[in-house]
């Protein structure tokens, strides 16, 4: 009997990519850095003074409500949970080899998606594009920012801090 496998996260355009390094650039640029990740299973990886996450996009458009056991965007249900955790698995590894101490946390970006407030399914971290930076910023300090610098040198090309669009300061 074959087994069932659902789809895995659908990949994200580059709009969003490009606003997902806006909301990041939006961060304090001495206390966070960014890196682009080379996987599969996750987009990103943040690194700063209040921890590290791994950020995975999620590009669906419409209404994302909570189900039982994940989320549901539109008619589409979300999967991808457990590959953004193991992503965020294999993120601690790295950084423990670069002596960089720290928890990281899995984090599916919302870019398009009408949602409410930030949640945790199944482990993994569910943020609306707009919160992400006061998502990542607003918790208790847990690195020092030279040893996060360091460790996102580590871990791959640090993105400059103001890159991507900048919806706030458009004309």
Known sequence: MPLFRRAGRPTPAEEDHLLLR????????????SVPLNDPEADYAVIGAT????VA????EGFAEPTGSGLLVGETEVTGFREVARAARRLHG???QASAFTHVEPVLCLTRAVA??????????VVRLEDLPSEIGGRERALDPSTAKRAAGAIG??????SGPRPDLED
Do not use: E, H, Q
């Open 94 to 96: 790295r950084l423990i």
């Open 22 to 33: 806006g909301a990041l650039g939006k961060l304090d640029p001495w206390t966070f850095w």
């Open 157 to 162: 090309s640090v993105l400059p801090n103001a």
């Open 51 to 54: 921890g590290a996450f791994v």
């Open 116 to 125: 409410g407030s930030s949640r945790t399914i199944r482990g993994v971290r």
């Open 57 to 60: 996009i999620v590009g669906l």
